[in-house]
């Protein structure tokens, strides 16, 4: 995971911690001293029980939090400008849709902040709709589609300015097992085809090993990386995939990594699915 | 199409309810009224007090004035029209100012907290004392060419009672954006007015609507005492003075009076009712009020 001097690390985080209320006596410590390298392209997961530090994790990433020391860099740049210049897209597990605007409209939102007229956001928004598969819905409204529709607007819409960087918290926690399932393989070819590097926070083994090429395991108070475990399953990942025993041998791995915070912590809730 | 006509029969026989409701009491009711564990009141049947409602009917088509000339029906139209456009200027800008407000409290906390107790002790001061305060100073204010019309002070008022609901309304809703909608505005870097326009006022929209309703009322309310306690004349506020002062020789003419200002509490209302289908055509169902 070294940067060449052509291309720059998506994600380069040293020495970095996030203390919450610092200096009172009600202080956490979210994240003490994270250093963390993702290359362009990469797919990496970040699994621990409530309270590690995962989701605060990726908001250092995402610049709407400021870290206490140490530095975050995203392609390069520091953080604050990598946001302002929407060098990420961020999907959240609440869609976070705009009920009153038309899908193809919720797609446009960072084009519209970004100033593009408005054939060229129209333009790119279809495109991004086609790239999701929800082509036939442009000009529907949010309320009127399944969560896993929404879901995947979302998608579309933290991809719509091509950002080289995905952030996604837990973006499929709310749907069903199925609609899960059918979600990841999805976004695995969206990322496949956009070549977009993904840092990606979940509750679900199954799901972060399925996914990733790298698995970070962390442990809560103070939140830290205890593990990072790679995973190799292919690029042609399929359903399959799901019933070979290369992957019941990385969910046991990461399954054990977990196990060994759970038994120093007590127990937290990890979703075993 | 058939629950917008059963709504419009719902309201025909509510409105016939009210009317058998008045002639039964004054068909069975004491004439002289009554007391009810010591206390008189009960209403006097008389038609001095309570005439038919046929009477109040035909009153309508009776000249204003003794002399002739106009219908009655003729003249509290006229005069709920010229107060309504009072009332209607008094609600537009009762609701830019209540939205004005909500927007800079919800901009800085501090300012809530120091505003808002003031906000809410200025609608205990009682309108018919505030009247002739705002029809002084209004009086006295001249720019350039540009005098201060008498109705201007009935207006004032009006939007005085109309910003309330719309400022305390609209604050709420500013508030009630999601937290996952502001933190991807956020991470879109998205100013401070930016977030306002696409994301706060829309999310503010349920809010607003329900306080519309109550400044719309509002604004009627305060336009028609300011008439009634500055003394303007040619809105229903007067009317109702007027023909209130006649009661003896003509009980009718006072109801009349207050039918020109439901009439124009219902106008408002009608109006209101339209912004709400403009603004809530997109929204979820189980959303509009």
Not at chain 1, 68 to 97: H, I, W
Not at chain 2, 61 to 90: H, K, M, N
Not at chain 2, 135 to 149: E, F, N, R, S, Y
Request: include cysteine; hydrophobic fraction near 50%; charge should be neutral.
């Amino acid at each position: 995971m070294t940067s060449t001097a052509a291309t720059p690390d998506a994600v380069e985080i040293t020495g970095l911690s996030k203390i919450f209320n610092a200096g009172r006596t009600n202080a956490v410590e979210a994240l003490v001293d994270v250093d963390l390298t993702i290359a362009p392209g990469e797919f990496v997961s970040l699994i621990g029980p409530s309270g590690c530090g995962k989701s605060t994790l990726l908001r250092l990433i995402a610049n709407l939090l400021e870290p206490t020391s140490g530095t975050v860099l995203v392609n390069g740049k520091p953080a604050a400008t990598a946001r302002k210049e929407q060098d990420y897209g961020m999907a959240f597990q609440q869609s976070g849709l705009f009920e009153w605007r038309s899908v193809v409209r919720n797609i446009e939102l960072p084009l519209e902040l970004k100033g593009w007229d408005k054939a060229r956001r129209r333009a790119r928004a279809l495109e991004m709709l086609d790239l999701v598969k929800l082509g036939d819905f442009a000009s529907h409204m949010p309320w009127q589609l399944s969560g896993g529709m929404q879901q995947r607007v979302a998608i579309a819409r933290a991809l719509a300015a091509h950002p080289p960087l995905l952030l996604m918290d837990e973006p499929f926690g709310a749907l069903d097992e199925m609609t899960r399932e059918h979600m990841q393989a999805e976004l695995l070819q969206i990322c496949a085809r956009t070549s977009t590097t993904v840092v990606f926070v979940t509750h679900s083994i199954p799901e972060a090993v399925y996914l990733s090429n790298r698995v970070i395991v962390m442990s809560p108070r103070p939140g830290r990386i205890t593990e990072i475990i790679d995973v190799d399953l292919g690029t042609d990942r399929d359903e399959d995939t799901r019933e070979a025993s290369e992957f019941y041998g990385k969910i046991t791995a990461v399954r054990e990594a977990l196990r060994g915070i759970e038994l120093a912590a007590g127990p937290r809730g990890i979703e075993d699915r | 199409m058939s629950g917008r006509l059963r709504r419009a029969a719902m309201f025909v026989v509510a409105m016939l309810l009210v009317v058998a409701g008045w002639e039964a009491y004054k068909a069975v009711g004491p004439a002289t009224g009554g007391d009810v564990l010591g206390f008189g009141i009960l209403p006097r049947t008389n038609d001095q007090v309570m005439p038919h409602v046929w009477s109040m009917i035909t009153g309508l088509f009776d000249p204003a004035q003794r002399t002739g000339g106009q219908t009655v029906a003729r003249v509290v139209l006229e005069g709920a029209w010229y107060s309504f456009r009072i009332a209607l200027v008094g609600f537009v800008g009762g609701v830019l100012f209540g939205m004005a407000i909500a927007v800079v409290l919800s901009r800085f906390k501090l300012a809530e907290r120091a505003v808002l107790p003031y906000l809410v002790i200025s609608q205990t001061v009682p309108l018919i004392a505030l009247a002739p305060l705002v029809a002084g100073w209004g009086g006295k204010l001249q720019i350039g060419d540009w005098v201060w019309p008498k109705w201007m002070s009935a207006a004032v008022l009006g939007a005085f009672l109309a910003f309330f609901p719309v400022a305390v309304g609209t604050l709420r809703g500013l508030k009630s954006a999601n937290a996952a909608s502001l933190e991807l505005m956020d991470s879109l870097a998205a100013s401070w007015w930016r977030t306002l326009v696409v994301l706060r006022f829309p999310s503010a929209v349920p809010y607003i609507v329900p306080a519309l309703k109550l400044g719309g009322a509002g604004a009627v309310v305060g336009v028609v005492v300011a008439e009634i306690s500055t003394g303007l004349k040619g809105g229903i506020g007067r009317l109702i003075i007027e023909y209130s002062r006649q009661a003896t020789s003509d009980p009718t003419k006072v109801f009349t009076s207050i039918f020109g200002a439901a009439l124009l509490g219902l106008a408002m209302a009608g109006i209101v009712a339209l912004v709400d289908v403009a603004l809530m055509r997109h929204r979820p169902k189980e959303a509009t009020s």
